[in-house]
């Protein structure tokens, strides 16, 4: 393999995801071209390790000090700080507008609105809440490799939705790929996914695993099903919405293991 190649081609796909994913500095300018805004969907599950590990390193740390819902709390809150709440964002603005019965451009404009309303703020303090009793129910010595399989796995669900749904507004944070990923964002994908999933066979019985993989996907078409049938397609909120109930759905068919 070119690995010079490699890195010269990929690496800028891979910056733009960091940036856009979430809220740290890089050390250096990063050149927002068009090329390099289309590969970078590619690299969100690579931008989902990073984020994990961030998260899971947080953990560790907060675990040596507090009992583990506390050491728990700590790492959601370090991963919001990390991202920005980007996704979290995303998930709000879905639950606003597609809670209730309103027509689809209505649904759209609710959607764009920068303001939280009723099913906003429940379905995001349930959504949060969930998480966090989840993961501090799994066990402690596998939670870092959860948090990292979990980011890279729930940003995987993201390019799902990209590769095989319509994006149904003509600008937008998903424009730039609004005419699907093509076969190497795919498999970049797949690849960085497996490479984080890898660790949790070491720590988890790989039933556990088969049944949060379950549970990841059952989060995907579960909100998927949702957003398609009112919209025809997805926004950049559906994305957010389809990743966090993506992870939730992960840790979720996780536990159910645990406590079978």
Known sequence: MD?????????????????????????FEVDFTPDAARASPRWYPGAGVLIG??????YWGAALVFPPLIAVLVSVAAGLIVTGGLHEDGFADACDGLGGVRPRERVLEIMRDSRIGTY????????LGTKVAALAA???????????????????????VMASSDYVRGSGAASAVAG??????????????????????FVLPILSVILGLAGLVAGHYAMRHRFERRLG???GDCLGAVQQCSEVGFYLGLLAFSVS
């Open 53 to 58: 590990l961030i998260a899971g390193v947080i």
């Open 138 to 160: 799994l066990p402690m010595a596998a939670l870092p490799f959860v948090l990292i399989a979990g980011h890279a796995a729930s940003r995987a669900s993201m390019l799902w």
């Open 233 to 235: 397609g997805y926004t």
């Open 3 to 27: 690995l010079r190649g490699f890195a010269r081609s990929e690496v800028p796909g891979l910056l733009v995801a960091l940036q856009f994913l979430t809220r740290l500095r890089l050390p």
């Open 180 to 201: 699907g990923l093509d076969k190497r964002a795919i498999q970049i994908g797949l690849a960085t996914t497996a490479i984080a999933l890898l660790p949790l066979l």
């Open 120 to 127: 906003g703020v429940l379905g995001l303090g349930l959504m």
